[in-house]
């Protein structure tokens, strides 16, 4: 196996899905071949295994219900069988903020007392959930708030499907059972742009989001979730294999002089690498374009020779480009690019062919918007002058 196919591994703790010996499996996050294993290990026998899967699939992942005894198709033997091996445990939600412009964000605890942020976005038309893949960050980018938190641990596949669930909870949206049907989704799509770099926790990550895609529980289609990296080129293909979901990238400057200090693991795979990387994604095409994410900082990535050098570098790549003015934080080195400079920016990409839609902040007086999620523990540990040496400024 080459060093460019081999799988990004990194010194970094998972807790295992199973509790220590003695314990309950928790069923969450397991896939179904994982489950079905776990079902039979507990005493299911193997020819009854397809349907009992089945069954409380549904009953945890269609319908949300939390306790064995509620599930009411199953005999009530097999009901205390699955109560006496497993449980249904969803992350702890211990604080929940609503932003003025309706965006809701939770700070969740996890195993070990660790905590993660999740934001909900309200639309017109959609309602996107944010979730995070890991307890900080390890990839330090500098304009970002979860960057300057440590790396402290992976999420397990189990609290990143809970996130999903956690949310659906508090909007009220599992279905009622003998309820008419109902198609609204409020949760209706979904993004891996939280804390994190999902493709360093790629096994986890892609079991989570097997679950969630899976049509009779969640039940949200590949093209509903998207996966941001922010360039971590040997697990880019596999992600399209593997997961196939929609695929976004931190693009966020135009040479790697600049890219090194916005987003470090530039030092490692730098621009012409990661772009070569994308040219060869395989679900790439017009109709499942690559996603440019560009955060707009002023005097530092927002001139027109960027936004030239930009539409140049991403030629013949299906592609849109979305610029996301920054949102401050406590101690940012950065300002955000003023808006006559990120509209001119905007027109250059236009007039090229591409769309450039300027994302508009969502939840900034929660500190819930792009780059803002860091867990209530760790906010703002680090002094101003900290921040900026890293930075390189």
Not at 87 to 105: C, F, H, Y
Not at 195 to 203: C, V
Request: a neutral charge; charged letters at 25%.
């Amino acid at each position: 196996m080459t060093e460019a196919t081999a799988p990004i591994t990194q010194d970094v703790l998972t807790l295992p899905r199973k509790l220590p010996e003695g314990g309950k499996t928790n069923l969450i996050g397991l896939t179904r071949e994982e489950l079905r294993a776990a079902l039979i290990a507990a005493g299911t026998p193997e020819r009854q295994a397809k349907m009992r899967l089945g069954q409380v699939w549904q009953w945890v992942y269609h319908w949300g219900v939390r306790d064995f005894a509620a599930m009411t198709n199953l005999a009530k033997e097999y009901r205390t069988l699955l109560a006496d091996h497993f449980t249904i445990d969803l992350p702890e939600v211990v604080n929940r903020q609503v932003s003025a412009d309706g965006t809701r964000k939770y700070l969740v605890r996890i195993a070990g007392g660790h905590e993660v942020e999740v934001v909900y976005i309200p639309e017109e038309t959609r309602g996107t959930l944010c979730i995070s893949s890991q307890v900080g960050c390890t990839l330090t980018c500098s304009f970002c708030h979860t960057g300057t938190q440590k790396l402290v641990r992976n999420l397990t596949a189990g609290e990143i499907v809970g996130q999903v669930m956690l949310a659906r909870d508090d909007l009220g949206e599992w279905p009622e059972p003998g309820a008419p049907k109902d198609e609204t989704r409020l949760v209706s799509n979904v993004v891996l742009m939280g804390m994190g770099e999902p493709l360093y926790n790629f096994d986890n990550v892609r079991d989570a989001m097997r679950v969630v895609m899976d049509g009779e529980g969640i039940a949200l289609g590949r093209r509903r979730i998207t996966l941001s990296t922010s360039g971590v080129v040997p697990e880019i293909a596999r992600a399209a294999t593997e997961i196939g979901c929609q695929l976004a990238v931190s693009f966020h400057a135009t040479t790697d002089e600049v890219r090194d200090r916005l987003v470090p693991i530039n030092k490692r795979w730098n621009i012409k690498a990661l772009l070569d990387e994308l040219r060869e994604y395989p679900k790439l095409s017009n109709s499942e374009r690559i996603t440019f994410e560009y955060v707009m900082l002023k005097g530092v990535n927002d001139s027109d020779a960027d936004a030239r050098r930009l539409v140049k570098l991403i030629q013949g790549i299906p592609a849109k480009i979305n610029l996301i003015p920054f949102n401050e934080w406590p101690g940012s080195p950065y300002e955000r690019s003023d808006w006559e400079r990120i509209e001119a920016f905007a027109d250059i990409i236009y007039k090229a062919g591409y769309a450039s839609p300027i994302r508009t902040p969502r939840g900034e007086d929660i500190m819930a918007a792009c780059g803002q999620l860091k867990s209530a523990t760790e906010r703002a540990r680090k002094s101003r002058a900290e921040i900026a040496a890293e930075a390189g400024l």
